[in-house]
């Protein structure tokens, strides 16, 4: 199972506490530790988590080097311990604006938990679902051009394995954004197609285990068909008999033979 989480609501968070932002992150952190201890013993497999959007570069400069510090505290204090629970560390997103210190964690972090099999945790740093959707069309126009790859062969399953996520076992069966707004912001545009969606109004500094098992639960209660047709009801019920009714009762061509 994998779920994505787009974590807002720090800011707000700190604010509630009469506290500067940059607090909120730092207990965003926390609840970033808690939510990847508990996603391994809820039978998560990958989780996605929004850490800073190729929008984000607009916040003041004091916010985002707080925000790269943390990031970069986190990975190095932290990827001993993700490499001994077995969690493999991904970054998605641009790296041609982060800085060398923050690369080179991430490379590090990335070298040392590969392999990683009971989490895959994915973190995104400087992404964005349009970009992201951009910087693989050019990848697959320059092998076309190079020759490597046929046009013909560019298909949904192709584009896939060229985004940032090809090396994940699905997409998004959930996607949870805290802090009560109700968008998507540019969050995993393509990998979203079928996802479900979760608003909670909890911030993020207060989302904890009882709430992501609590997501984790009505998911399973959700009839996912794809597109596709529940095929466990041919039958009409005495409802759906009545609606056809109705319908054919304003329509020129009946249409009462349910199919
Ligand atoms: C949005 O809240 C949150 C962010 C832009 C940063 C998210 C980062 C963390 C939770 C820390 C992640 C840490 C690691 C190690 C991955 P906001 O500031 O926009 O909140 P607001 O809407 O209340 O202002």
Known sequence: MHIAIIMDGNGRWAVKQGLPRTMGHRA????????VRAAANLNVTDLTLYAFSTENWKRPRPEISA?????????KNKARELKKEEVSVRFIGRRDKLSRAVLKTMHE???LTKGGARLILNIGID???????LRTTNKL?????A?????SDVDENLFSKYTD???NRSDPDLIIRTGGDRRLSNFMLWHAAYSEIEFSDALWPDFDKSHLAASIESLKSKNRRFGGLDHNNIEPTKRQAAAINKIDS??????????
């Open 28 to 35: 965003g952190v926390l609840a970033v530790e808690e939510c």
């Open 67 to 75: 925000l790269f510090r943390l990031f970069n505290g986190y990975f």
């Open 109 to 111: 972090v990335e070298t």
């Open 127 to 133: 992404y964005g679902g349009r970009d992201e959707i």
């Open 141 to 145: 126009i320059d092998g076309v051009l």
């Open 147 to 151: 020759g490597k790859i046929l046009q």
């Open 165 to 167: 996520l090809s090396f």
């Open 250 to 259: 304003f329509s020129e061509n009946r249409v009462s033979k349910y199919t």
